[in-house]
């Protein structure tokens, strides 16, 4: 299990960006990776996953808007945002599962993951 640390979170208007980071305590190159977002009173979603080959894949809602990228050279994991909208805001979380038990039938599902990080939150007003 990975140790995962998000930041980049943050306040901002619709319409801004922001980028958030995933720091992890282990080799990411060895894990698929996805970001996960819960807004209050709500079930926790898939955003986006990537791969070791680095193939994404994104809930359609942010589709064109969100890029998901790693850098396994510094073992951290990215989500680019753009466009924000306030149905945006949520609690943000990285979420990792090693390859050997990564269920890649599904890539935006909470239970194909093992390790999570503490969120980080990203609000977004009108």
């Known amino acids: 299990q990975l140790q995962l640390v998000e930041s980049g979170g943050g306040s901002v208007q619709a319409g801004g960006s922001l980028r958030l980071s995933c720091a992890a305590s282990?080799?990411?190159?060895?894990?698929?990776m996805g970001w996960f977002r819960q807004a209050p009173g709500k079930e926790r979603d898939g955003v986006a996953s990537?791969?070791?080959?680095?193939?994404?894949r994104y809930e359609d809602s942010v589709k064109g808007r969100f890029t998901i990228s790693r850098d396994n050279a510094v073992n951290t994991l990215y989500l680019q945002m753009n466009s924000l909208k306030p149905e945006d805001t949520a609690m943000y979380y990285c979420?990792?599962?090693?390859?050997?038990?990564?269920?890649?039938?599904?890539?935006?599902?909470?239970?194909?993951?093992?390790?999570w990080g503490q969120g980080t939150q990203v609000t977004v007003s009108s």
């Open positions: 282990g080799y990411t190159s060895q894990y698929y």
């Open positions: 979420a990792a599962q090693r390859a050997q038990d990564y269920d890649a039938r599904a890539p935006l599902e909470s239970y194909a993951y093992n390790s």
């Open positions: 990537i791969g070791r080959d680095r193939f994404d």
